[in-house]
Structure formats: structure tokens, C-alpha cells
């Protein structure tokens, strides 16, 4: 085993960049102490963009592959990579940043919407592949470990957080299709022998058209094909649509364009296409003359109109107002900017949208600011149902105690790219009615499916090796912590069908006498999971790829409030770990505060309980005592916080992020200073506990007069770094201290 001697801390975007200004140098000053290395690796939006564009900078400028550079690190066993939110990019955010990063001086091309020369087809591809799950799958080269640690679960039980009121008599509800989606499609097969597919689209008349040349599978693993029928989604949407006027409810779509990058796009267009549908249809021209994407929301109709004549804005305005009047109101994202849930697609996004829903009654927010029933419309029924059963449960029972509620831990299946999402390369509209077939080197037909104009086609692949990982790492939670286990996997469901098979017979391979581990439809395994919760009983979740993503953020929101204060830890295939730091979904309206306030109420508890984890498995694997000093006092810090109500507030006026790092900073000092393990660093961190307890008045006022004023970071995509580590450490007293820490 190699000795190693860093630790990789990822730099991304928004708020979690932000705040990594304020406490990176911090970390950076107590683990120097003990001669770690804490490394950063850019894998921000704008650093990938530039990265994967070298021909376009400087030599001075040449960006590396950071991205590239970590996914090499994660199948090595040395692996420790704290890995903090990103933007996963929808195409609006893309063109935003590139369009920052232009204005900045880099001479990158523009995003081409509309194909046609070979170079466009180039340059488009590049951007395809920094869009959407760009990231996590590459780093995790391992499966999926969420849990919440016991001081945060204590601190919510002592200071729970607001939770609606439920009435048996709630409108709101789950709309979802009852035929033509990919779950009512969907077929699945295991692979017999290492081999290369092909997927091609045969059209009625006869032409072939090869959608994916060539794809690796090997022997186990299980693939899928779906499709989801535009024709089926757009009448299904019609129907919703009046349902809502019907009922006086308000209207609102849930999916995840950033994550499932191709697929929930189309949808999403499909939805604002329908309806606005008057507004499209009377000005096609027009609106086909501006480049007007419906995938991109009705927020792109209204910035491209801006090119037009005044009188020809005012037309389009009146009559999309003139929708407004007589269609069902739509759920906000900010009332107060008149922003619809059909804006943009990646203003909703399903894994916090739908648990802020049901955490406020089941309610969304309307023009005026009111909380209202609202129909939720998830189109594709694979995971829709989930989210109707806790709705019902919520109507029986009330609203779930936070201070009495049990905890749901979850073993994600996602390592080697487990694919749900319709974010890969797989994916495809369909441009023909025809058969879209995927056939083997052979030429032998695996799968085939019917296909309309305008339908999604999806194929996903599974590894057997990933499957199997995932079995043994549920085994051995389920032992290690005497907690149930609950597979949720749909028998109904092709793929979740070969899956469970797979499971039990990997299950035999472990000891599971006295170990409660059941196999359950994702409705059923929600029902009994909410029924063990209010009960005050614990559960570990075991789901694939899309589940994890969802139930990570669920739990947590109704637990806590949020879904940033859990520890997720990825166990590599090769005995590596990443550390991941909690959810982002906050993240823009953190740093459209700061902008505004210079306050930021980030909370970077997720990083604090990262590192103490990072810090832990740094101990055992180079044999470093002090590392484990390091991590047990900062678990020790992390409690002290949490008790002192040291963590961000959410209005100027109070504490926020940087504030946060401060009391971090200070109580692991303390913490140091008091342990008896390690004589040196109690020596060596009295003196720094001794200077920042001496001066804490004077660096708290340092941090709070800055609050209250509009703030310039030179970029959002790309925020200029000496303006930005200015801004998020404006205390000289506490910089002087870090500074001086040997």
C-alpha cells in the first residue's frame, strides 16, 4: 500500500465555492499541522468549459483536465476526494456561462442550437459532454452510503424545524401518465457475453439510421430500452392542464433537466408547448426567426422577443397573459419576479422541489405569495408513484415530528455509471416513425421498440460488478447498524425485475442469519418505511441510481430542513473513498443573497462532517494517529456548533457562512488544545484557541459590517478570485491567526 500524503478538495460553483474562499484556508492551516497536503481540483462549470477548449486560450492560460485527472485518481486505492455541489448544466446555464467567460476576454464559440456543418456538430458535442451529470458520474467509481450523523439527528430533535399542517381534505396530489412512458415500455435483458451493440432507428420507409454505433457491454450486466411517447405525453398534459382549472389548484411540473440532461428537457418543452399553445401557434413565424427553444422554458421565449419591435413585444406579452387568464395559475419559483414553474427547466428540480411540497402542507407558492394546493405533474411513472404515497400517508396522518421521526439511510447503486438518467449517450429523440432496434456484433436483434415522431428512446446499461458491490455494502450496513433493510426494486418493472433476481442470489454469497433484509416495490417499501419513521424507527433505503438521488433529499428535508447537513461517503470499487458534501439545490439563491446582501447562508456543516470522515479514512489507511486526532476533534467542534447555534441564519442581521468558519475554526482549536492523545498539537493549537477566544468579539464584528451591501465579484460562472477570497474573508484579525498557525 502507497503512503499518501493529500487529501483533494474539489472547487465547484455558487455558494459551496463560495464558502470554500472563506474555510479552504482554515482546513488547509490545521491539517498542514500534521503535513497534509489539502489539494483543489477545479471541476466547476467555467473550468470545464475552458478546460475543454485549450485551442481557444493562451499558453499562459492553458487549463488542466482536472476532471480528467480525478477520474484517473478514483480506481487507485490512495483516493480521498472531498467533493463538493456542482452545477450539473442545463443548456441555459451553459450558454450563460460561456457567455460570461466570453465577455471575460476568452474567445470560446457559441453554443450552436442549430447544427449543420461539421464544425458546429464539434463544437457541439464538446459542450454536450460538459452538460448535465457531467461530473458525479465520473467520480463515483463506487456505490452510495447517505446517512445522518447522530449529532445533527440530536440537534434537529432539540431544535426542529417548521413543518406544514396536513388536511385530510388536500387537493394537491401527483399527476402522472397511465400508459406510453417509460415505465409502461420498458424491456430489459441480462448480457450473456462481452460484446459491442449497436442501436439504429428503421424507419417506416426503410431507411436505417444509426443512432449509436458502438457500445461496450459485458457478461452480467443488465441493459434496458424505454420509450416515451409524445404523442401519449402531450394529451396527457392537455388533460392535466384542465384537471387544474378544473379543481382551482395550482399547476406545477417536477423533473431534473440538469441531471437527466436530454430526456426531462424535451419534456419539460413538451409541457410549455402545451401550454402556452396559443401564444406558439399564432406567432410560429416569429417566434421560429428568433431561435425560441421550448426546451429552454417560456424564460427564453421572453429574452428573445427582446430582439423584436416594441409593438411586436407588447403582441406576444398581451397574449401570453391572455393564457394566463383563462389556463389554471402556475406554481412560482420567485412570486415576487413573477418567475413560473415553466420559466426555466432548471428552476424545479424534483429531488427538493417535491420535499419543500410536502414539507409545506403539500402546497406551492402562487403569484400573489400564497400557499396553495397544487397539482405536481411527474410524467413518467417509474418513481412518480413514491412520491403520491407519502402525499396520502401525509393526509391520513398529519405532518411527520421531526423531534420523534426515525431516519432513512441509503445504499445508492451508481458506481461504473449505473444509468436511470436520461443524461447519456443513449438517449435520443426520435426524428421518424419506425423501430429502433439494438442488435449485437452479429447482427442479432436484442431489443426492439416501437417509436413515434418526436418520442424518447432511452437505453441504460447496469455492470454486474457495481450490483454486486452494492449487495455486500447493504449486507454490511444492515449488520453494522441492526437496522432493516428494504431492496426497492418494482417486480413490474423489467429491469428492476432482473435486478432483484441478482440480488438474491448475491445475497447468498453473505451471512445474513438474524439480518432483516426484504425485496419491495418502491410504493410498498415507502409505505412501510413512513410507517417505521413515524414510529420513531430507523430504515436503510436500497435503491438504484435515480432512488438515491430522490430519497437523499426527501428524508433529510423532513427530518432536518434540509438536505446539505448529511454525510455521504462513496466507497470506491478499489478501497478509495470520495466524500460528498450535501445537496446544492439551494445553491443559486445563496449567491443571488450574497450578490445582493454580501450575506451568505450557506451551510457548510457538509463539509465540516466531509472532512472529519476524509480525515478518519486518511488515519487508517496511512496508519497517521494524528490524522484521527484531527477528525475526532473536529467531530467534537461539529457538536459544539450544532449546540451554540452557530450555523448560518437565513437574513442579514445574524450569523452567516463565514461566521460559521469562524466558530468551526475556534472550537477545533479548543478541541486540540483540551484532547490528551497527541501533546504536540495541544501545544501547538492552545496558542491559536488562546487568539481567536482573545479576539472573538473583535473578529465576529470584522465579519458581520460587511453584511447589508450589494456585492461585485467580477463573475457568477467565473466570480474574479481576488475579489472573491476578499470578500468571504473580510476579518484581518482571524486571517492574522490562520496565517500564523505552524
Known sequence: MSISTKIIYTFTDEAPALATYSLLPIVKAFTASIGIDVQTRNISLAWRILSNFPEQLSSKTILEDHLAELSDLTVTPEAN??????????????????KELQAQGYALPDYPEIVITETQKEIRARYDKIK???????????NSDRYIPLSVKNYARKHPHKMGTWIAKSKSHIAHMSHGDFYGSEKALTIEATDTIKIE?????GTTTVLKEKTFVQSGEIIDTAVLSKKALRAFIASEIEDAKKQGILLSVHLKATMMKISDPIIFGQIVTEFYKDVITKHTTVLKQIGFN??????????RIKTLSAAEQAQIESDIQTIYAVRPSLAMVDFDKGITNLHMPNNVIIDSSMPTMIRNSGKMYDIDGELRDTKAIIPDRCYATIYQAIIEDCKSNGAFDPTTMGSVRNIGLMAKRAEEYGSHDKTFQVGAEGVVQVTDSKGNVLMEQNVGTGDIFRMCQTKDEPIQDWVKLAVDRTRTSSTPAIFWLDPRRSHDSMLAQKVQVYLKNHNTEYLDIRIMSPVDAMKLTLERTRKGLNTISVTGNVLRDYLTDLFPIMELGSSSKILSIIPLLNDGRVFETGAGGSAPKHMQQLIEENFLRWDSLGEFMALAASLEHFSIYNHNPEALV???????????????NKSPARKVGNIDNRGSHFYLALYWAQAL?????????????????KTLSDNEVTIVAELNAVHGKPLNLGGYYAPNPELTSKAMRPSNTLNTAIAKLK
Open 630 to 644: 484531527l477528525s475526532k476533534t473536529l467531530d467534537q467542534a461539529n457538536s459544539q456548533l450544532l449546540d451554540n
Open 201 to 205: 432507428l428503421i424507419t417506416k420507409d
Open 673 to 689: 488544545a483540551t484532547q490528551t492523545e497527541d501533546i504536540s498539537l495541544q501545544a501547538q493549537f492552545a496558542r491559536l484557541a
Open 294 to 303: 421550448q426546451n429552454n422554458g417560456i424564460g427564453d421565449l421572453y429574452a
Open 132 to 142: 448535465g451529470s457531467a461530473v458525479n458520474h465520473i467520480l463515483r467509481e463506487g
Open 81 to 98: 476526494i472531498i467533493k463538493l455541489p456542482n452545477i450539473s448544466a442545463s443548456t441555459p446555464q451553459l450558454q450563460a456561462a460561456i
